[in-house]
């Protein structure tokens, strides 16, 4: 989540250098699109909450000049997000659109946007059919090309020895991006390349083809900061706990169950140094205390903890 934080605050940067000099006396006209509906919403209020916090500590200003700030809604879905946008753009042209979150509706509103006149700034999608040739000077990317994270996925997997790869992704662009990069550097066997449907939930089929074609698993004792799932199979919940300890590293782990008997097992089991119940591994916050056990680290971060950990006490006794 800190990265679509991040990035929509690198978008009102680089707003904020678009703007001619000397135009304070008008009225900026943005727009945010981003996905505020269904199971993908999180991220697209991340982005949103992150331009409004960066334009709030602005005092709701770029570059002297007043916004009138937008938020859509694209609900995931490219011919929603295609008709809010040119609704938009005829009733009160737009400066700026921000947005979106996922590639297949950055696809969609590209032209209607740009040849509105208004400069696209994306903070996280980054197709790569928008690269090279095809870069427009009217599309700015904070964010990365899609390709580029998961190719070094590809190449640490051929450092490492793999041999068999089974790889899968969401079937839009973002996704093809992802397994075309994985695979632009990966010189093992692919066994096999599933694309499921974006919204798809139930990942029981995937599962069962990713056992029966038994890809090299290894990764999974292995730390991997990248794209990188590994699946294996347990019979007991005090089996999957044990396998989770069977590594030389602990960052975070997390657990998703209903039992909330099971998730406080889980806590005081795991050796990690931190355990998330019903929120993925990778989530974190600056007021918590992040950081690992083992060959992850001995250290915590945060404001308050870095602090902590690079305070040395001393103490001073005055003997009146």
Not at 178 to 185: E, H, P, Q, T, V
Request: one cysteine or more; aromatic letters at 8%; a negative charge.
């Amino acid at each position: 989540m800190l990265k679509q934080v991040l990035a929509a605050c690198t978008a009102l940067t680089l707003i904020a250098t678009l703007i001619a000099p000397g135009a304070s006396a008008q009225t900026l006209n943005i727009a945010v699109v981003t996905t505020l509906t269904g199971p993908q919403a999180p991220l697209g209020e991340q982005i949103r909450d992150g331009f409004q916090l960066a334009l709030d500590q602005h005092g709701g200003k770029l570059g002297g000049m007043t916004v009138d700030l937008t938020i859509v809604d694209d609900e995931l879905k490219p011919d929603v997000a295609v008709t809010k946008i040119r609704g938009l753009m005829e009733s009160k042209r737009q400066d700026f659109v921000i947005g979106p979150v996922f590639s297949v509706v950055k696809a969609a509103i590209f032209k209607p946007v740009t040849g509105g006149g208004a400069y696209l700034i994306s903070p996280n999608a980054g197709l790569s059919t928008f690269a090279g040739k095809a870069c427009s000077p009217d599309l700015f990317v904070t964010s990365y090309q899609n390709d580029q994270p998961h190719s070094i996925s590809g190449q640490f997997a051929t450092d490492k020895g793999y041999k068999r790869a089974f790889i899968i992704a969401p079937n839009y662009q973002a996704g093809r991006d992802a397994l075309n990069g994985f695979k632009s550097r990966f010189k093992g066997e692919v066994v096999n390349e599933d694309y499921v449907p974006l919204n798809q939930m139930d990942m029981q089929s995937e599962i069962a083809k990713i056992a029966d074609a038994k890809p090299d698993m290894l990764v999974c004792s292995q730390e991997v900061f990248g794209p990188v799932v590994a699946i294996t199979a347990y019979e007991t919940f005090d089996e999957a706990l044990a396998l989770a300890n069977d590594t030389r590293y602990g960052l975070q782990a997390a657990v998703f169950t209903a039992d909330i008997t099971k998730g406080l097992k889980a806590a005081r089991t795991l050796d990690f140094g931190g355990v998330l119940v019903n929120e993925v591994p990778t989530w974190r916050a600056d007021q918590m205390p992040y950081g690992g056990v083992r060959d992850s680290g001995n250290t915590r971060e945060g404001p308050a903890w870095s602090v902590r950990e690079m305070t040395e006490e001393r103490l001073v006794i005055l003997n009146g």
